[in-house]
């Protein structure tokens, strides 16, 4: 399985940015994608941005509409890194952040189910 460090959470507020960070170790050649997830106290964790990272089209992404044009996911292979950029963002945004990574094709893209491979999370909390 892969380790997935996650750091960059922090306080801000309503129309600010933040950049989440991933760091990947382990076997990370068998990941086939990775994704942000974010979880709310007594909601359920919801999918966000995820990015194909297998065979020679990786880089293609999945955006839920709740962060679509305002967040973007990126990766550095050479870094084993992958990065959340959140901009404008909302109070609804206040959840704790998780990155993820699958090597399985059980669900969709966007759900939880899909990935094996999980970090401890970083809370990002949203003032207005």
């Known amino acids: 399985q892969v380790h997935l460090v996650e750091s960059g959470g922090g306080s801000v507020q309503a129309g600010g940015s933040l950049r989440l960070s991933c760091a990947a170790f382990?076997?990370?050649?068998?990941?086939?994608?990775m994704a942000w997830f974010r979880q709310a106290p007594g909601k359920e964790r919801e999918g966000g941005p995820a990015?194909?990272?297998?065979?020679?089209?990786?880089?293609?992404?999945y955006y839920s509409d709740s962060v679509k044009g305002r967040f973007t996911i990126s990766q550095d292979s050479a870094k084993a890194t992958l990065y959340l950029q959140m901009n404008s963002l909302k109070p609804e945004d206040t959840a704790m952040y998780y990155c993820?990574?699958?090597?399985?094709?059980?669900?969709?893209?966007?759900?939880?189910?899909?990935?094996?491979?999980w970090g401890q999370g970083t809370q990002v909390t949203v003032s207005s």
């Open positions: 993820a990574s699958s090597t399985t094709t059980n669900g969709a893209v966007l759900t939880p189910t899909r990935y094996n491979s």
């Open positions: 382990g076997y990370t050649y068998s990941s086939q994608y």
């Open positions: 990015i194909y990272t297998g065979g020679t089209s990786g880089g293609v992404t």
